[in-house]
């Protein structure tokens, strides 16, 4: 089993930045990529960025240029840096673990609130 917990979430002004975390644990040696999602009140959840164990990033073009994924294996975290923050990326935000067991499996967490209003 795995555990994510986010944190970080927030209510932001537009032009404004957060800095979102996940700390994994549990079995997390299967890793196969992490990633951050998003999903707004009546709308399906979207991939915002994604990092493979090797290390590629992928971004969607909704929030290229303004925010970046990393990963701190040591401390077993992912971080989401958001800048130049919108109205609409206001939406639940959730980590996910992709692990490589007999098949592939998602872990998610329970997802942290950001808000960009002024």
């Known amino acids: 089993q795995v555990q994510l917990v986010e944190s970080g979430g927030g209510l932001v002004q537009p032009g404004g930045s957060l800095r979102l975390s996940c700390l994994a644990s549990?079995?997390?040696?299967?890793?196969?990529?992490m990633g951050w999602y998003r999903q707004a009140p009546g709308k399906q959840r979207e991939e915002v960025a994604t990092?493979?164990?090797?290390?590629?990033?992928d971004y969607s073009s909704a929030v290229k240029g303004r925010f970046t994924i990393s990963r701190d294996s040591a401390k077993n975290t992912l971080y989401l840096q958001m800048n130049s923050l919108k109205p609409e990326d206001t939406a639940v935000y959730y980590c996910?673990?992709?692990?490589?067991?007999?098949?592939?499996?998602?872990?998610w967490g329970q997802g942290t609130q950001v808000t960009v209003s002024s």
């Open positions: 996910n673990l992709a692990s490589a067991e007999h098949t592939l499996v998602d872990y």
């Open positions: 549990g079995n997390i040696g299967r890793m196969y990529a």
């Open positions: 990092i493979t164990k090797g290390g590629t990033y």
